[in-house]
């Protein structure tokens, strides 16, 4: 992304930046913003939290019965920052996150069953069984991915939130990132681009202190994270990952202020309960620190919130547990029942138009055909 890149011709784009600055800030926040919270919605948020929770231990549960394979990488611990996030979005928004998403898969109103099934590698998942965990795509949702390549989500966002701004529409492009991408060249590149040209874009932070194995005081000079947008002279803001409400209405701000022309950068403080992803063991947390996450659960934090509050006893949380095993265990059956993929739709969506003389090749043919002899020509060594 050099300079040329970033010099838009000034004369052409700013008036029609403004109008679309204008027309965001119109229907900005209480237009787009969703529903209040009442005790209802408080309930809802917890279903929500509960059904992640259940549908990730299942996952988990799969990937080591070899039914799911690759990569997977499970939001356990991040249920509140997940539901916060999603709840102040408005339908129209675009999401695009990093590899650990199927949490916001299910709370972006995508069918459980789908999600599983691409964790299944079936035909009937989201990206017809070709993405699996790490890159779950739904346009309706407006869920453009599930990026394997740390960082790989953030210019893309970015490039979204640009088309946005052309069009003058009053929509918004929420960026999900893990902590470690913070120390890549792309996040920087993008928050520039994104702070010169005014994009309607909100980067998300979901610090969970790990970059894999390595703390975030240990890999990063600053580790308080959302002060990085200083440099950018961009606001942020850190936030409780471990409650939905606080991490609603931060989202809420920061969407008011992308929509009025100013992007932002949030941070949300969410320890993940396990390892990196399925098959890491952990090992690099001393025994105490493993023994502490329990008091950092975000389900047990909210459940007892809403015990105090009088809307959740012990008869609903057994109702709510058993409705998001149901769901999730229906996933499953649907997970199971799907067709594998065909073999003849292998190279299905490299393109997205075909292209002249593109190779349909199996691993191992050749790419031509072995010419035919040209006649008269010696063979066996003889001479001409």
Known sequence: ??????AKPQ??????????????????PEALRPDGIDGVAMLGLYREMVLIRRFEERAARAYTQAEIGGYCHLNLGEEATVVGILRAMAPTDYLFTNYREHGYALSRGIEPGRVMAELYGRSDGVSKGWGGSMHLFDVEARLLGGYGIVGGQLPLATGAALAIDYRGGPEAVVCIMGDGTTNIGAFHESLNLAA?????????????????????????????????????RMPSERVDGTDPLAVREAMLRALASARAGTPFLLEAVS??????????????????????????DPIALFAARLTDLGLLDDDTAAEVDATAASAVQAAVAFAEASPHPSVDTLFDYTYATPVANNSHRLPGEPLFSPAPPLPNAPTNGAAA
Do not use: C
Not at 276 to 295: G, I, M, W
């Open 11 to 28: 004369a052409e784009t700013k008036p029609r930046r403004k109008a679309a600055v204008k027309a965001r800030a119109a229907t900005s």
């Open 1 to 6: 992304m050099g300079t040329q890149q970033q």
């Open 196 to 232: 010169i040209w005014r994009l309607p874009v909100v980067f998300v932070i979901v610090n969970n202190g790990l970059g894999m194995g390595t703390t975030v005081e240990e890999s990063s000079g600053e580790p308080e994270l959302y002060k990085r947008a200083a440099s950018y």
């Open 271 to 296: 320890e993940r309960l396990k390892g990196h992803s399925v098959v890491d063991p952990a090992k690099y947390r001393a025994p105490e620190k493993t023994q502490s996450l329990a008091a950092s």
